[in-house]
């Protein structure tokens, strides 16, 4: 009795199908047999598969098809009527099942009773250097899931197209007359969706199932790799086409919708990555081809791309391949400004083209992407080369340079020069520079020449450093702005040009020109004589022995080693195992605060009362990224550097705000005082549902980072009632002296009220504050996005802001440390984003009136008695569906709540009257949740841990 059958289909691979049968054979379910399907192959791989079924009569089964079909196809529909065995899995030639693949599917299939199971596949790509692996969308299977119904999650049937990472049940394809289309590529695609279409039950396993090994070999490119064939494309299109008919026709729009998004995202991209490598005929068949496909599909996918996928999209389905070509560039090369740009009415579009149609208007907006407020040396403007040509021992280029918003001026008006610099790739300290021979400024653009004189001055070694890479440098009043040379006509002039190589004889001595993967104009070294060849081939085959292979792995392992060196868990080692064993530096007290991200908060106010009152400390701040702004009269160190690691180890205090490196362990002798940053409306600590979901292992090593305090600052007993049960902490440990940061807040407020008038401390980014203007402070608060710096678009127009209130008041805009906002530059005379501030007492301390919503920077505000209003779109989401909440915003806030910009708008008029109605709450809003914030936190925080006895 068979359980499984392995449809394995071959066409000219005998070398590698031994084994791929191999891994059926040695499959841990031993009830599996290999059908194998030659596709009338020309070289020996029928033999092959008849000695297999010779030798293994009862488990291999060989067949041959009388012609070859042109693709996988009609060998896998023959594999399928010829297969014994109650499940049906199908595998490439050139690939390989996991050994418990079988097994885990079959268990899968039956427990759940499914139709068919799927499992993870891992792409293998082996090199020279070594296998690399890679799962194929690993996030589809990460845990054991059973789907009824494709609409509850269209993911698996969506991304993962494949055909041979999948178990049928025999019976399931041959009841719903299940075949792979023939004489078409892409084949896997339809089958699989007619597959799900068909299914009352599909199971998803986690297990490794099929290594599908990717080739470089030009000879031995699969289907996806063909992509330079526009035939290839015409079936990739062709497939979908007949997938989205079957989704219409069962009225499966969101899973159309999905799938409009994927292709958008992933198949459309595939091929716009090689567009700048293709000659002019393909990249017109190309648009006539996927366009009409393109225009048909829902504008709702455009909302879920990236602004650069969705500008491509768009720019493809109008058929625009002027346009198109350097958005695909931008696609490939992210940091490019690839085009002028142009601002209309306060926002910056990709180009004034189609900005008549609503849709073009919308995708074309790039504001959010910040160009125009990036410094000129980050905008790394296209650079094209506009020709190209070898002239004896010269190659003379000529070129054009976007001028992105007009942004490098005019040579008369500033000193603007320019030069070619030419690196090697693996040898990158090697430089060889030629001055531009003209560059002329032509309003949105530049224009350039130059000779570069390779023949007397480039010396390369000729042995390692086979490729170099081309740079265009401008020199503008002192600003250094490169870019890489872009190639959009890739007929180059590939005539060798003799060079005189530092090893003559042996290194090679003529140069090529060739177009890198990117679309850039690169250099390669190649030998001219038999000799240099010789030389280059026995390189080849000594790397290939025994002690070449050594010495490479050698070097390897010597590259590895800094990386190494420098991964968290090695430091962590090297923290507990040798620094920890270091004496105590008396004295010595290492500060931290938002992760290193900022020189502020109580952290901040500490240090400055012990410098104010000069007592004997030695003091290490540590830094995330940059030193700029923390103090210089400090020890700065980097974070998880190993002098941070050895400052942590001997340091007799630490303070911060947020948490020191989870696992390290505080030494007994270190007394950790966590000022903490905030008073807490959402649930934290164990009380969020995200951290209650987590596994033992996380929460406890989660309970031993809190276990690490000393003392925690509170600011009220609603702290008391709320963070100190949520951390687990023992109340021992609590302070009861407030915030030290609000310390400032609290003497302003009675300075003001002494005087009777209002003072303004100094702001970095808006100095010219105050003006006529009231100031506002807009400070949200975060909302969980990934742990990287990403744009956010402010919740309420700025713009439209700006118009109305812009004589009125200046927005100070402050967001996360972890999001990067953009200010329009319609808005730019009314907003201003202070987010690079390192503190945010000095904001509050300016503001008029603040802006937020469910921060605990309220808590901090209401010490200044000044008007709040709440900003909340998203209350009955955030508060129901998100982290929950410890008491009700609604009820208690001490200004009005704005659930749309309207109200917002209305609120902000009527700031003064509804002020006068809110003087109450405030007051009652202080009293609960800053009672202990007197002013004197960081002087009774001084006093009771650093005034010890012999140090005074």
Partial sequence: MVDVSVVVIVYNDEKRLPTAVQSVLNQALRSVEAVIVDDHSSDGSFAVAQRFAERYPDRVRAFRLPSNSGGCGQPRNYGIERAAGRYVM??????ELDRNACRAMVRAIETTGADFVSGLCVRVHTTPRGRKEKPWYRWIYRQTRVLDSLTDDPDPLVWDTLATNKCYRRSFLLNHRLRFPTGIAYEDFLFTARAWLAARRVALIPNTVYYWHVSDSPERRSITQRRDEIGNLADRL???REIDALLAERGLDTVHLAKSVKFLKHDLVLHLRDLPLRTEEYRRSFLDLVGPYVAHLPTEAYHQLRPLQAICAYLVAQGDGDALLPAADALINPHKTAVPLAEREGRIYWSTRHLNDPLGRELLDVTDLGYHLKPLHKLAPRTVVTGQRVDGRWLRLSGRVTNPLGRIPTPTSSRVRGRLELTARRAGWRVFRFPLRQLVHRGDHLTWAADLDLGRVFHPIGIVDHVWDLRLVMDIDGTRVRSRLTVVHPDLDTAPLPVQPLLPGLGADQVVAEVSAKGHLALRVVPSTAVQ????????????TPAGRRSRALLATARRVPRLLASEQNKRWLYHTVLCRLPRHRGLAVFESHLGQRYSDSPRAIYEELRRRDLPMTAVWSYAHTPDGFPRDAVLV???SLRYLVALARAEYWIDNQGFPSGLRKPAHTTYLQTWHGSALKRMGFDEP???LRSRAARDRLRADLGRFDAFCVRSHHDMETLIPAFRLNPAVALPVGYPRNDALVRQRQQEERTGRRTYPRIG???????????????PTFRGRPRRRTAVRPLFDLAAFAREFGDQYVLLVRSHYLERLVVPPSAAEAVIDVSAEHDTTPLLAAADALITDYSSVMFDYVLLDRPMIYYV?????Y???????????AEVAPGPLAFTEEELFAALRELDTADTEYVKARRAFAERFAAYDTGTAARAIVDRFFLQEGRR
């Fill in 90 to 95: 199908f595998l490439d030639s050139d690939d």
């Fill in 238 to 240: 062709a497939m979908h």
């Fill in 533 to 544: 060849h010789r030389a280059r081939t026995a390189l080849v085959a000594a790397a290939g």
């Fill in 638 to 640: 980097r974070r998880w």
């Fill in 690 to 692: 995200e951290v209650q």
């Fill in 765 to 779: 980014a808006a100095p010219h504050l105050p003006d006529h203007r009231r100031i506002l402070l807009y400070a």
């Fill in 873 to 877: 779109p998203d209350y009955d989401d």
């Fill in 879 to 889: 508060v129901h569906h998100a982290r929950g909440t410890y008491f009700s915003l």
